[in-house]
């Protein structure tokens, strides 16, 4: 098993897990908010400077 296949577990799995706390907390809309907010950054970025 290669170490990028490795990477790609865990920050899956912690994904996860921040999802679970999220939900345990009563906080999972702000969270889902922020990761879109966070992927439509991104791809602005991306066009900007692409």
Do not use: P, Q
Not at 5 to 11: A, E, F, N, Q, V
Not at 28 to 39: K, S
């Amino acid at each position: 098993m290669s170490l990028g296949k490795i990477r790609r577990i865990l920050y899956r799995t912690s994904r996860i897990l921040g999802d679970v706390n999220a939900v345990k907390r009563g906080t999972i809309g702000e969270r889902l908010a922020r990761r879109a907010a966070g992927r439509t950054t991104g791809r602005l970025l991306r066009k900007l400077f692409k």
